[in-house]
C-alpha cells in the first residue's frame, strides 16, 4: 500500500510538472500571437492612415481646383465690370465734353 502511495505521489509530481511546463508553453504560444495580433493591427492601422492620407491630398487637389476655378469666374467678372465702367466713364466724358462745347457756344450766340 505504501508503495502504490508512494507511485501516486510521484504520479501527482510528475502531472504537475507536465502541467506547468504545458503552461509556460502555452504562455510562449499565446505571446507569439499577441506580438503576431499586435503587428498584423499595426500594419492595417498604418494602412489605414495611409489610406486617409491621399484622401486628404485627393480632398486638398479637389479644393484647390475648386478654389482656382472660383478665382477664374471672378476675375472675368471684375474684367467684364471694369470694361462696363469704361464704357461709361467714356460716355459720360463725352456727354461732358459736349455739355461744356453746348455751353461755350450758347454763351457766344447770346451776346
Known amino acids: 500500500m505504501l508503495e502504490i502511495l ?5 504520479n501527482q509530481q510528475e502531472a504537475k510538472k507536465i502541467i ?8 510562449k504560444i499565446i505571446q507569439g500571437l499577441l506580438l503576431e495580433s499586435k503587428a498584423e493591427n499595426e500594419e492595417a492601422f498604418l494602412a489605414e492612415i495611409d489610406k486617409a492620407e491621399k484622401r486628404a491630398d485627393e480632398l486638398q487637389k ?4 475648386g478654389i482656382d476655378l472660383e478665382i477664374k469666374q471672378i476675375l472675368s467678372n471684375a474684367e467684364q465690370q ?10 459720360n466724358h463725352e456727354k461732358a465734353v459736349n455739355d461744356i462745347l453746348d455751353m461755350i457756344f450758347n454763351r457766344r450766340e447770346k451776346k
Do not use: D, G, Q, R
Open 6 to 10: 508512494n507511485k501516486v505521489k510521484e
Open 62 to 65: 479637389s479644393s484647390s481646383l
Open 20 to 27: 506547468f511546463t504545458a503552461s509556460v508553453e502555452a504562455e
Open 82 to 91: 471694369a470694361k462696363e465702367i469704361e464704357i461709361k466713364a467714356k460716355v
